[in-house]
Nanobody, 115 residues
Framework: QVQLVESGGGLVQPGGSLSLSCAAS????????MGWYRQAPGKQRDVVAI???????SYADSAKGRFTISRDNAKNTVYLQMNSLQPEDTAVYYC?????????WGQGTQVTVSS
């Protein structure tokens, strides 16, 4: 089993930045693709960015040029650097990973962008 815990959410003004992290624990050998998803109130959960073990990444159009996903395999941690944040980025952000044919989710961390 894999447990994922997100941290780094909070309140930020438009144009500001936040850095999220997600640490994996438990049986974590061989974690594959990891990613960040977000869900705004009343909306579907949407992918923000994903990253392979080798560091190949892919972003949602809304995140391109503003967000950067990275991972540290030695620390079993995935990160999301978010710059130029706007109110439409407000959501609960969830960490996700694939591991030995199973999918795991973190509990989510709230990101609020407001002046």
């Amino acid at each position: 089993q894999v447990q994922l815990v997100e941290s780094g959410g909070g309140l930020v003004q438009p144009g500001g930045s936040l850095s999220l992290s997600c640490a994996a624990s438990g049986t974590i050998f061989g974690i594959g693709v990891m990613g960040w998803y977000r869900q705004a109130p009343g909306k579907q959960r949407d992918v923000v960015a994903i990253i392979s073990r080798s560091g190949a990444s892919s972003y949602a159009d809304s995140a391109k040029g503003r967000f950067t996903i990275s991972r540290d395999n030695a620390k079993n941690t995935v990160y999301l650097q978010m710059n130029s944040l706007q109110p439409e980025d407000t959501a609960v952000y969830y960490c996700n990973c694939q591991h030995w044919g199973n999918e795991y989710w973190g509990q989510g961390t709230q990101v609020t962008v407001s002046s």
